[in-house]
């Protein structure tokens, strides 16, 4: 499968405790963006990296969250003293981006189910 | 007012019918824009994107109205497989991507 992949799936935490997720882009894409989906809502934009550089946070990105791209690839999202608040879908996307690949359309990965106790 | 605003539904539909979904955007300086399809616990899929001539893919068509700040969908002949939650979704400088809260199908035998 060479789409975009996430790990773990699922992660069931106690507040106050650090999580991690991991995203693996298509393999030639050098943009990666993470998300938020909460029930109801469609997704919303946290971050996202041009090849390792982070471009872009969204104000939902509280100083308890960071994400890292350290080699243009894989990237890391790590959020700090969970809060039961932080219980959602965390997606990550990947695009080609250039003016020689036309419209910049994002590929999500499966996603990193987070419950928070 | 939120920057993407989509008609929750749900739409419940007979097989076969067409049905139609809206959505507006705030920002006039969007660039790109696309219909999703998600699946129950599934991430968003990309069902086509949307351009500003219109575009059509099989049942599916898609219009943008810059005008109006408008992108709307169009499925004929719908299928018990069609339902889902339908996302559209809009970026500006081609980067952050802003979703609506989605639109819920319904397409019952």
């Known amino acids: 499968d060479t789409g975009v992949s996430q790990d773990p799936r699922h992660k069931i935490t106690k507040r106050g405790q650090n999580v991690t997720f991991r995203c693996d882009p298509i393999?030639?894409?050098?943009?990666l963006y993470w998300y938020r989906q909460t029930l109801g809502q469609g997704p919303e934009f946290l971050t996202y990296f041009q090849n390792e550089a982070q471009l872009e946070k969204s104000r939902l990105l509280s100083d308890r969250f960071s994400a890292e791209r350290p080699k243009g690839s894989f990237s890391t999202l790590e959020i700090q003293r969970t809060e039961q608040g932080d219980s959602a879908m965390y997606l990550c996307a990947s695009s080609l981006s250039g003016l020689e690949y036309g419209t910049d359309t994002q590929y999500f990965g499966p996603g990193t189910r987070l419950t928070v106790l | 007012r939120k920057e993407v605003e989509q008609d929750p539904g749900p739409f419940n539909v007979p097989e076969g019918a067409t049905v139609a979904f809206n959505c507006t955007y705030s920002n006039s300086a969007s660039q790109s824009f696309f219909w999703y399809r998600q699946d129950c616990r599934k991430e968003p899929k990309l069902l086509m994107s949307?351009?500003?001539s219109g575009n059509e893919d099989g049942r599916f068509t898609a219009q943008l109205n810059r005008a109006s700040q408008y992108i709307s969908l169009l499925i004929r002949d719908s299928k018990l497989s069609d339902s889902a939650t339908y996302l559209c979704a809009v970026t500006y400088n081609n980067n952050d991507m802003r979703f609506g809260a989605g639109t819920r199908l319904t397409v019952k035998p």
């Open positions: 393999s030639e894409h050098n943009r």
């Open positions: 949307v351009y500003s």
